[in-house]
């Protein structure tokens, strides 16, 4: 399809007044494409040659609106590192209409009505880790937010120092929120509050609709994917940093990327986010704080659904995050024929000898999954020999009983445990020389992304432990 050919739909505007605010977006200034996701085009069925046209620029810069765009900010309110806050909404993102049940929304695009005292606009520096991080962690198989186009600009924007104005154009099945629902639940707002309720599970869990107790139905799916969301991050080492409920998304995908990390070396007290001083959204407090997140949306859900059949409800969160982490757990360590007692004490003994060694998380999965016996390569990733010799035994003993062949084990796990993952300091390398006008190395780490369990032979360097100068930082929140 050519860019107009496109017809935009907009069905969140067919939802109650209250939950969005029509706005224009504010163009930024000199504006040249950094990269295009053909991927994500294929799935909008725009044809690869439109990405890099003018009139794409200006679609993505907001100077162009295609036909049927009638661009709103959404409402919501949130709970922020444990506080509530009455009200956020967009106050820097515009959704510019729907196209094959993908929202589109320009982050970065000038103020809203929910702007406050921001500028509505997002640094290159914070656009392109969202770029790159969203479509990685599409890459590793958890779901995600993703992107279509990043653009930069000669827009000066000031945070601490005097930065340049980016956009993101980003898609996404669904952009409401867990604080979507407790807006209207703390203006007590009901209507709106089954609306909302109604238009989400028309939007993400469609075979739900004519279910008897939906709405009790509803909160125990997303309490479902939440728990599975978790228990991906775990697996795979991520630290999204700013768990706040204005940033959990109702349909379970990773959303609203900010001080993100990726573990270097493994550590559960890791905290990513420079202003969470007390660790409430460290690595190893995701899954709780999942939990703390779906009762706040409990609460919110409670003037429509009986409270105490919510509760029930959450009770089984914990029981399916085990159940998910270890099944994950289970596939990065190459075990098969379920020995759930054994392999539950086996992963136990496992991130206990990770937490004392702490190896790089990445490096040490991708090492074992060559492992025939031969220690020596998984030794060199922890100061001590020890712990890792007698993990190593019981992990031997283990694999005895698996049905598999070594050489099958070694294909499934190379499968399974990422050779790449983009850490902070790659992404920082991409952004240095973004900002001289370099994209070379964002184009690197896109490739790298999509698919990072494929060798890359020319990038092995960062398949590598974190160079220690920058290991385990924390970033600020300001973008
Ligand atoms: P975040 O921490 O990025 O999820 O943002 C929290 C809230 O602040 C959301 O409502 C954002 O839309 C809003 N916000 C963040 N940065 C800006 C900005 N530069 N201008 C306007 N609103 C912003
Ligand atoms: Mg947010």
Redesign the pocket.
Known sequence: MKLNEIKLTNPYLELPRECYTRVEPTPLENVFLIHANEAVASLLGIDIEELYSDAFLDFVNGALALEGSDPFAMCYAGHQFGHFVPR??????INIGTLNHLHLQLKGAG?TR???S?????VLRSSIREYLMSEAIHGLGIESTRALALIGSEHKVYREVWETGAIVLRVSPSWIRFGTFEYFAHKKRYKELEALADYAIAESYPHLADAPDKYLHFFTAVAGKTARLMAEWQAVGFNHG?M?T??MSIAGLTL?Y?PFAFLDDYDLQYICNHTDQHGRYSFGNQPNIGKWNLQALMHALSPIVQREKLESALEGYADLYHHHYLELMRKKLGLDALKEEKDLELVRQLLRMMQELQPDYTLFFRTLSRYDGERSSLLKLGLYHQPMHAWLERYDERLKENRSTLQERHRAMLRTNPKFVLKNYMLQEAIEAAQKGDFSVVDALFRIAQDPYAEHPQHERWAGPTPDAFKNQKLS?S?
Not at 118 to 122: I, Q
């Open positions: 956020l909404g967009d106050g820097r993102a103020q929910y702007s406050r921001g500028d509505g606009r997002a700013v706040n204005d940033n609203d900010g929140c973008s």
